[in-house]
């Protein structure tokens, strides 16, 4: 099959919607909460699911560093880390390590003075001696070594760290995918803002030789160079429009050609199928066919041009097919620019669901572009 040659360029990873995004989120933090269900300390007891006051700060412990998380993710490095304002950001890292540190220990402070420390916590001295236990009474846990607010520090320092160096992470690549995806938007509004000036003129001088002949055809000129100017400049400024007006664009493109190189182009052009709703990104088919008309057309020569359009039932496919001619050189390079566009936007808009190749041979020059819509 053609299309089994076919392959996608340096393709972009598509763009998440919000709904997947939530779910993401939704998972990675069940994920999360789940360690310390799954990976009770070593001085928990129990049989059940949570096993002890112990294994209960625990699991409070990283519900703690995850919304610490959020809170470096949503705020204090959007806030303070972009902005270079270090000192508040040093603060709020600050704040945030006393809370992780003495917020879980601090609400289960009661019982642990209560009770004592489990028995194999780090930082709890060997049992006392039996004599010693009223003095253990009279003063609390803290007479034997045992620092409850400060309990497991080496563990939730470790969780400090891992909650802001992955927030950071994810923030700066979240900044980086953003201000590649603004680059990538404002080369597309550059291209859909571009109108070939070579074309609107040879138009108009087309035009013009059919209003002095007092030609039929120059009031159907004129509504077909105005619908083209329509579209430009109001239709196309939307992410995705519909097909069939995508395919109308091209048409009344090719029309007006028609008006221009008369009878010294054999010109081939068919749609087959039917549009429907299906909808598209704007200019992603027309930088191929202006390429055939701007490369393909030389009244000295046999020329010939082949544009075909195939709707399936999720898909469009594009075919152009023009003989090589002798073209006078031109420093104009708008039309390069926009088929290296149109590459980039496909990658953007498609990936994974557009097939491109282009074949040159010594006499002939190929385009073949399919793009699955749904």
């Known amino acids: 099959?053609?299309?089994?040659?076919?392959?996608?360029?340096?393709?972009?990873?598509?763009?998440?919607?919000?709904?997947?995004?939530?779910?993401?989120?939704?998972?990675?933090?069940?994920?999360?909460?789940?360690?310390?269900?799954?990976?009770?300390?070593?001085?928990?007891?129990?049989?059940?699911?949570?096993?002890?006051?112990?294994?209960?700060k625990d699991i409070f412990g990283y519900s703690i560093a995850l919304v610490f998380f959020y809170a470096c993710y949503y705020f204090i490095i959007p806030r303070y880390y972009f902005s270079r304002k270090w000192g508040g950001f040093a603060l709020s890292l600050l704040l945030g390590l006393?809370?992780?540190?003495?917020?879980?220990?601090?609400?289960?402070?009661?019982?642990?003075?209560?009770?004592g420390?489990?028995?194999?916590?780090?930082?709890?001295?060997?049992?006392?001696?039996?004599?010693?236990?009223?003095?253990?009474?009279?003063?609390?846990?803290?007479?034997?070594?045992?620092?409850?607010?400060?309990?497991?520090?080496?563990?939730?320092?470790?969780?400090?760290?891992?909650?802001?160096?992955?927030?950071?992470?994810l923030k700066i690549n979240s900044q980086y995918r953003k201000a590649e995806q603004e680059k990538a938007e404002t080369e597309i509004s550059f291209l859909k803002a571009q109108i070939n000036p070579h074309f609107l003129f040879n138009t108009l001088n087309s035009i013009y030789s059919l209003a002095i002949t007092k030609s039929d055809a120059t009031a159907e000129a004129v509504v077909k160079l105005s619908a083209l100017m329509r579209y430009s400049i109001s239709d196309a400024i939307e992410q995705f429009v519909s097909l069939g007006k995508e395919i109308d664009y091209i048409s009344n493109y090719i029309q007006l050609q028609r008006l221009r190189v008369a009878d010294k182009v054999k010109l081939k052009y068919e749609v087959t199928g039917t549009p429907?709703?299906?909808?598209?990104?704007?200019?992603?088919?027309?930088?191929?066919?202006?390429?055939?008309?701007?490369?393909?057309?030389?009244?000295?020569?046999?020329?010939?041009?082949?544009?075909?359009i195939f709707i399936g039932e999720d898909d469009v496919e594009l075919q152009v097919f023009n003989k090589k001619v002798y073209v006078q050189s031109s420093k104009d390079t708008g039309l390069a620019l926009g088929i290296d566009n149109t590459r980039k936007r496909l990658q953007m808009l498609y990936p994974s669901r557009h097939q491109l190749l282009v074949r040159e041979d010594f006499d002939s020059f190929e385009v073949r572009l399919k793009i699955t819509l749904a």
Not at 105 to 111: A, G, P, R, V
Not at 284 to 304: M, Q, R, S, T
Request: hydrophobic share 45%.
């Open 1 to 56: 099959m053609f299309f089994d040659k076919l392959d996608d360029r340096n393709v972009i990873p598509a763009m998440r919607t919000k709904p997947n995004i939530v779910i993401i989120h939704i998972v990675c933090c069940l994920a999360f909460l789940s360690i310390p269900l799954l990976s009770p300390p070593p001085n928990a007891m129990g049989d059940g699911l949570i096993k002890g006051m112990g294994h209960l």
């Open 98 to 115: 006393v809370v992780i540190i003495l917020l879980p220990n601090l609400l289960f402070f009661s019982d642990m003075a209560q009770h």
């Open 117 to 169: 420390p489990p028995m194999n916590m780090p930082g709890r001295f060997p049992n006392p001696p039996p004599g010693d236990m009223p003095d253990m009474a009279q003063h609390g846990p803290h007479h034997s070594g045992w620092h409850p607010l400060f309990g497991a520090f080496e563990h939730n320092m470790f969780r400090f760290v891992i909650v802001v160096a992955v927030s950071l992470l």
């Open 276 to 308: 429907g709703t299906k909808r598209i990104s704007p200019f992603l088919l027309i930088p191929f066919v202006e390429n055939a008309f701007k490369y393909g057309v030389n009244p000295e020569e046999d020329c010939e041009i082949t544009v075909l």
